[in-house]
């Protein structure tokens, strides 16, 4: 192979179907976090292609896989990013086959993690290999990073971040159905807790029942998310939104409550700093507090990751829609991504000018008979090696 068309002409369907049924197959299942079969897969795998491979062990049996297609100088460097865990299967979800076994239906390859977002790392194996099979040689370094603990608090991007990684632009594989996008939502977590005090539930008067209050707390928030966050608007990644996603208080059926608690799902959008999203949060607890003197609660930031938004302008941009426009036949106007992902992490941390690109449909991530298109990953790879050529080439 001595020149692009004929790398893309050997990125074959039935090569990457095998590649994504192998990681379908491996429950690589966050919680707990056991991506270490994943990794060894990957390592061995672009090993066997001459791929330079390193593990970075973020936790125990919890490693990124790093590999590097070096350049000879003069380009830019670009990274290839995609995650290795998935989310679990919940107990008694019902779903047309196993959902670790990568089987194929038609077109249709199911099983969790297929769009989300194996489907792409599939993709991005393949890509680079592809390249390295060329023997053709970079101006600018290829790096492509599997990724631990994206589902639950981007550890193995952060920790990738702390070692030092460095690009100039960057994809992230997520399911985003060959689309094009620019932006992603930011996320904070919070758990809020009402503080009562415990009685018989015979005297309630006694006591201060923490649900009651947690109950005003909940409808507080409510007209918040409706009356404030679904005013604000993204151009490309619409409204914030608010969500009180678990509750828990009482210990006893005969007992006031003296605690209550919820956790917030409360989803940024670009132009919305964290510092803004707590400050919001802190005053409506102090409003109900100014107006009730029993009302105490407690508050805690949990977990925070900011939106993020690459400028249209931007090369990987650019690049990047020449490639769908070359690959896929249709022009992908820049869109936004409603998920957070490890965009937040490349741009917000590192500085790397990012896009979100993948095959598969976001609506199918953690759902019961996740699939994706075996076409779409096909067409997937054949653009990651197209941006790669464009850019390092």
């Known amino acids: 192979m001595r020149n692009f068309e004929e790398v893309l002409r050997n990125l074959k369907e039935e090569r990457i179907l095998e590649t994504l049924q192998s990681l379908v197959r491996i429950p690589s299942i966050n919680p707990p976090g056991n991506e270490k ?31 590097r297609i070096e350049g000879k100088g003069g380009g830019p460097r670009l990274l290839l990013d995609g995650h290795m865990d998935v989310v679990p299967v919940p107990e008694g979800e ?14 249709k390859l199911y099983g969790r993690g297929s769009a989300d977002a194996k489907g792409s790392l599939a993709a991005m194996l393949e890509a680079f290999i592809a390249i390295k ?31 030092g990684l460095k ?56 007209d918040y998310d ?20 678990i509750i828990n208080g009482g210990i006893q059926r005969n007992m006031v409550p003296d605690a209550c608690r919820v956790h917030v799902d409360r989803r940024i959008i670009p132009g919305e700093e964290l510092e803004d999203v707590k400050a919001e ?34 090369p990987i941009v ?38 979100v690109f993948g095959p598969g449909n976001l609506e199918l991530a953690h759902a019961a008979n996740e699939y994706v298109e075996v076409c779409d990953v096909l067409k997937a790879a054949r653009v990651y090696a197209t941006i790669a050529l464009k850019a390092c080439f």
Not at 96 to 107: A, Q, T, V
Not at 212 to 219: C, D, E, I, S
Not at 284 to 309: C, G, T
Request: proline share 6%; aromatic share 4%; hydrophobic share 40%.
């Open 167 to 222: 690009a100039d632009m960057a994809v992230v594989g997520e399911p985003t159905g060959l689309k094009v996008c620019i932006a992603d939502k930011g996320v904070s977590r919070i758990e809020l807790t009402t503080l009562g005090r415990a009685a018989h539930a015979g005297r309630p008067w006694l006591g201060i029942n923490a649900i009651y209050k947690m109950a005003r707390l909940v409808l507080r928030l409510e």
């Open 94 to 107: 019902r779903w047309l086959c196993d959902p670790f076994s990568g089987e194929l239906k038609g077109e």
């Open 281 to 314: 949060i802190v005053s409506i607890v102090k409003e109900l507090e100014a107006k009730d003197p029993d009302f105490k609660a407690r508050i805690e930031f949990v977990y925070d990751n900011p939106a993020a938004e690459t400028s249209p302008e931007e």
């Open 37 to 67: 079969p994943c990794s060894e897969f990957i390592k061995k795998l672009l090993e066997s292609h001459g791929i330079e491979v390193e593990l970075q062990e973020v936790l125990p049996n919890r490693a990124n896989v790093l590999a």
């Open 226 to 245: 409706e009356g404030i966050l679904r005013k604000r608007e993204h151009p490309l990644m619409g409204h914030p939104s608010l969500a009180v996603t």
């Open 318 to 355: 650019a690049l990047s829609r020449e490639a769908v426009r070359s690959v896929c036949g249709f022009d992908p106007a820049p869109s936004g991504f409603e998920a957070n992902c490890e965009m937040s992490d490349l741009v917000g941390y590192a500085g790397i000018p990012t896009v």
């Open 133 to 163: 099979k060329s023997g053709l040689e970079p101006r600018g370094d290829l790096i492509l990073l599997a990724t631990v603990g994206e589902e639950r608090g981007h550890i193995g991007v952060q920790e990738a971040i702390k070692r």
